[in-house]
């Protein structure tokens, strides 16, 4: 069983930056592929970016590009997003998710989930 929680959401300005964090209990290093999606008030999960298990290989949702990035220290058994330039419709809660498979956008293929952190961009 794997555990995990993520931490680091929080309210910022649009242009701002936050970094989350997400901790996996066991030892999940090079196990699992890690991805982190969001889910906006009324509106479908969406895949956010994902990284491999040993970190070489990553994908990025089309909206997100450019501005935000996954990494993984799987010394310490955390992943990490970083956020750029947030935008209002940034806003969502955000999940991160561990999937024993490979890296895949789809969050059907996922096993493990946190139970979210809140990230609002004010306008």
């Known amino acids: 069983q794997v555990q995990l929680v993520e931490s680091g959401g929080g309210l910022v300005q649009a242009g701002g930056s936050l970094r989350l964090s997400c901790a996996a209990s066991?030892?999940?290093?090079?196990?699992?592929?890690m991805g982190w999606f969001r889910q906006a008030p009324g509106k479908e999960r969406e895949f956010v970016t994902a990284?491999?298990?040993?970190?070489?290989?990553?994908e990025y949702a089309d909206s997100v590009k450019g501005r935000f990035t996954i990494s993984r220290d799987n010394a310490k058994n955390t992943v990490y997003l970083q956020m750029n330039s947030l935008k209002p419709e940034d806003t969502a809660l955000y999940f991160c998710a561990a999937n024993a498979l490979v890296l895949t956008t789809n969050p059907h293929d996922y096993d493990y989930w946190g139970r979210g952190t809140q990230v609002t961009v004010s306008s």
């Open positions: 066991g030892r999940i290093a090079s196990r699992y592929a």
């Open positions: 990284i491999s298990r040993t970190g070489d290989g990553t």
